[in-house]
């Protein structure tokens, strides 16, 4: 992957590169639309945190798939065993490395797809 320096707007173009697929693939593993939400965003952020050990279009696309997909999983059994668990809580937060400006243009974008 080319980060341009890991720059946030190298951030913010790989997300709008990747979002739409990785979202449906998501959806397609949870019913919780807000929940395949984060488990994109959670997984678009650790690759971005591991671009210097994750390289190539292939790899960034099967690194993704295989975070949602562990993610989903852990989550599911999660509301298996508390069916009132809620809406699925990533531990990765892009607001701390992303400059408020791109955050907000990212959100927004988020925001339309839905």
Not at 18 to 31: D, G, I, K, M, Q
């Amino acid at each position: 992957m080319t980060d341009q320096e890991g720059s946030p707007e190298a951030f913010r173009d790989l997300f709008f590169q990747y979002y739409p697929t990785f979202f449906s693939f998501a959806r397609s593993l949870v019913e919780n639309e807000a929940s395949a939400r984060q488990l994109t965003m959670e997984a678009m952020s650790i690759l971005w945190l591991k671009r210097a050990d994750v390289s190539g279009e292939i790899n960034n696309r099967a690194f993704l798939y295989s975070t949602i997909r562990n993610n989903a999983l852990n989550y599911l059994k999660h509301l298996q065993r508390q069916p009132d668990a809620g809406t699925y809580v990533g531990e990765i937060k892009m607001d701390f490395f992303l400059p408020p400006a791109i955050l907000q243009e990212i959100q927004n974008y988020v925001a339309r797809e839905i």
